[in-house]
């Protein structure tokens, strides 16, 4: 038998057919083309999954379940999602609406948290009990298993880590506070960071890496400078990296998973970014004298963590 996952993005409508193995066998994908109401959008849901039902060569008859990963925040409990700005959703009846195209049981929940699923299960994780998924792209996202389930809090809005201070009085973040994790730890705060660094050091060779034009600079430019031996551009990375590892050990001294893994496009950089905030972690974490400790690796499944992590959604 087979689950369909959904991943529903400002962008891009994915859903998959993932067998007991935890591997996708087919696909198909649909642009969200928002803003549209939320009723045309979930029909393009509808057709997306028969698309990739079609595709696998299977019948709905073999498939079990539909879990959506949707932004925003999400009643599970009574399927409706509740608000997704970049969507334009509000108090939308996600799970009634699309009964009306599937006679099988539907479960939505955040886009984070069903790629921290995704990736605890069949991804980084290794199935692991206990597992924090951080994603570094526009914010900075995060999702939480403990004890092999997602952590949703009263409200199911928990488990946003990156909207924890780091900096009192700090830069502002968009969530209206000020000194967030997310305001220094994203792609977003790296691309800032970057440019203020560019600014100031005009010999810099970051300068070079973007062909001398600033509107070209993104998560990658400081790395980039660095490799090529730039100081300015490895104080960019040092500073960014201190940020993330302050984020990072908040994390492990509050829930000491198992596993954390970091992804989105700067996780991409591996170990030039990993090595030195495992070293950062290590000095700084309470656990400092326990026998067993976090591991701090990369993600893995990519963009399919939420595709499989909705799959494995259940009660």
């Known amino acids: 038998m087979y689950r369909i996952g959904v991943d529903l993005g400002g962008t891009n409508i994915v859903a998959g057919v993932v067998d007991e193995f935890y591997k996708i066998v087919a696909k198909a994908k649909r642009k969200t083309a928002c803003p549209r109401p939320a009723g045309e959008i979930l029909a393009d849901i509808a057709a997306c999954v028969n698309e990739a039902v079609k595709t696998a060569g299977i019948t709905m008859d073999d498939v079990l379940s539909i879990g959506i990963g949707t932004p925003g925040s999400v009643n599970k409990r009574m399927g409706i999602i509740e608000y997704a700005n970049n969507l334009g959703f509000d108090k939308v009846p996600a799970r009634d609406i699309l009964l009306k195209y599937f006679d099988k049981p539907i479960y939505i929940e955040n886009d984070a948290n069903c790629a921290a699923l995704g990736e605890a299960v069949a991804g980084a994780g290794g199935n692991v009990e206990n597992f924090v998924a951080v994603t570094l792209g526009t914010g900075?996202?995060?999702?939480?298993?403990?004890?092999?389930?997602?952590?949703?809090?009263?409200?199911?809005?928990?488990?946003?880590?990156?909207?924890?201070?780091?900096?009192?009085?700090?830069?502002?973040?968009?969530?209206?506070?000020?000194?967030?994790?997310?305001?220094?730890?994203?792609?977003?705060?790296?691309?800032?960071?970057?440019?203020?660094?560019?600014?100031?050091?005009?010999?810099?060779?970051?300068?070079?890496?973007?062909?001398?034009?600033?509107?070209?600079?993104?998560?990658?430019?400081?790395?980039?400078?660095?490799?090529?031996?730039?100081?300015?551009?490895?104080?960019?990375?040092?500073?960014?990296?201190?940020?993330?590892?302050?984020?990072?050990?908040?994390?492990?001294?509050?829930?000491?998973?198992?596993?954390?893994?970091?992804?989105?496009?700067?996780?991409?950089?591996?170990?030039?970014?990993?090595?030195?905030?495992?070293?950062?972690?290590?000095?700084?974490?309470?656990?400092?004298?326990?026998?067993?400790?976090?591991?701090?690796?990369?993600?893995?499944?990519?963009?399919?963590?939420?595709?499989?992590?909705?799959?494995?959604?259940?009660?």
């Not at 890496?209 to 104080?235: L, Y």
């Not at 990072?248 to 905030?277: K, S």
Request: charged fraction near 20%; proline fraction near 2%.
């Open 140 to 315: 900075v996202g995060s999702g939480i298993i403990v004890n092999g389930k997602i952590v949703n809090g009263c409200n199911d809005a928990a488990g946003e880590m990156g909207h924890n201070v780091i900096v009192v009085d700090g830069e502002p973040c968009t969530c209206g506070r000020k000194g967030c994790w997310e305001a220094y730890s994203s792609a977003t705060a790296l691309v800032r960071q970057t440019k203020a660094a560019m600014e100031e050091n005009k010999a810099s060779l970051m300068w070079e890496v973007v062909d001398g034009d600033i509107t070209k600079v993104n998560g990658r430019t400081a790395f980039d400078g660095m490799r090529k031996g730039d100081t300015a551009a490895k104080q960019v990375v040092d500073t960014y990296i201190r940020y993330l590892a302050a984020g990072v050990t908040n994390v492990v001294n509050t829930f000491q998973p198992d596993v954390l893994c970091i992804g989105g496009g700067i996780g991409c950089e591996g170990e030039p970014l990993l090595a030195p905030l495992r070293e950062y972690v290590t000095k700084e974490r309470y656990s400092i004298h326990c026998g067993k400790q976090t591991q701090i690796c990369a993600a893995v499944l990519g963009n399919d963590a939420g595709v499989i992590g909705a799959a494995l959604l259940d009660e």
